[in-house]
Structure formats: structure tokens, C-alpha cells
């Protein structure tokens, strides 16, 4: 059943814009340490981030992504959708400086929730900004029907997949990881 399986599409952001992105995210004064709901610093989730509104600066990637989206669920998931509630989401994951420190991750984690923003979630969608070759570790990887399934590491490669499927980054253990991420709504499954 594709619902429950990951679907990669390439090139989705050719190298130009993937730095396009990762230059706005290390110039912005917004950026944050991961933190989850109630502002708790947690071991979970180990990164910075940067929230995305659509504006005159980012509407390209919005509408770059929602083309994607509709693409990607005509063909693989043909789930009800209506459109992107938050903003899109950069990452940064960090190999510790210090080895006692920990690494730039996110633990085992489902995108769907059971309140607020988070409860309409249908689809996941990470895109890879950085070079593959440019970390070590890191690896985005989502149950696949019991299975673990890695994403490949290509830059400005997309994987999409149900936001109910269990899903982590791995511990960056060299270097930095930049991604994009999005999640899109609709109605409660049924």
C-alpha cells in the first residue's frame, strides 16, 4: 500500500536555491534551538530551526512545494488535502564540537498529533539542502511497514510520506545537515 510507503522525487530544488535556502537561514535573527511544545528543551530532538511564512522573500518555495504536493498525491497517495496551515520549516543538525555534547538529531517521532496545529497533518515532506557528501550520519530514515527505510542523501531531493508514519534524523557525527521540511493538511483520515 503506497500510504504507508515513503516516495522520493529528485531534484526538486536544484543546487542554487537549496543554498538560496541555507543562506537565509544562517543571515535570519529568528532562528532557534529545538524545543517541544511549552518551550521544554528535550533530548528528543537536537537542532535549530527557522520558521518560513510565506512572503514576498519565500513564495517561490511555497508554490515550488505545493506544485510537488499535488503532483506527488495525484500519482502516490490520493490523500483529501487542503493546504500548508504553518509555515515551512528549515533545519540545521550540528556535529557536536565537543564529544560529550550531543548530536544534531531527532529522535523516533510521528508528524501527526493529537492537538493543535499538528492534529491535521497528512503529509510530510523533508527536502535535503546540503551536499550528502558534507556530513557524516544524519540519515533521515521512516518505518516502512516494520522496515527501516533511509533516505538517499542527493541534494535537493524530496521525500514525502504519511504523517503517521514513526520517522527520525540520526545523529550528525561530522559536519552539518540543512533541511527544508513541510506538512500538509487536510481532513481526519477516515
Known amino acids: 500500500m503506497k500510504m504507508t510507503r515513503p516516495c522520493v522525487r529528485e531534484k526538486v530544488l536544484p543546487p542554487r536555491e537549496c543554498q538560496q535556502l541555507i543562506d537565509l537561514f544562517e543571515t535570519s535573527s529568528d532562528v532557534a534551538d529545538a524545543k517541544l511544545a511549552g518551550g521544554v528543551k528535550s533530548s528528543l530532538r537536537e537542532c535549530s530551526y527557522l520558521w518560513l511564512d510565506d512572503t514576498d522573500e519565500t513564495s517561490w518555495v511555497f508554490k515550488k512545494l505545493a506544485g510537488l504536493v499535488s503532483r506527488v498525491n495525484q500519482d502516490w497517495f490520493q490523500f483529501d488535502l487542503e493546504d500548508f496551515k504553518e509555515g515551512l520549516q528549515l533545519i540545521r543538525y550540528d556535529a557536536p564540537e565537543d564529544p560529550k555534547a550531543p548530536a544534531g538529531h531527532y529522535g523516533a517521532h510521528m508528524d501527526i498529533g493529537a492537538s ?42 524530496a521525500v514525502i510520506f504519511s504523517s503517521f508514519l514513526q520517522h527520525q534524523v540520526r545523529p550528525v557525527t561530522k559536519g552539518t545537515r540543512y533541511a527544508l521540511v513541510a506538512w500538509v493538511h487536510g481532513p481526519a483520515f477516515k
Not at 503529509?123 to 527505510?149: C, F, M, P, R, T
Open 116 to 157: 493543535g496545529s499538528t492534529v491535521s497533518r497528512k503529509l510530510s515532506i523533508s527536502i535535503q539542502l546540503s551536499h550528502g557528501a558534507s556530513y557524516n550520519g544524519g540519515e533521515l530514515s521512516v518505518d516502512n511497514e516494520g522496515k527501516d527505510w533511509v533516505a538517499p542523501k542527493d541534494q535537493g531531493t
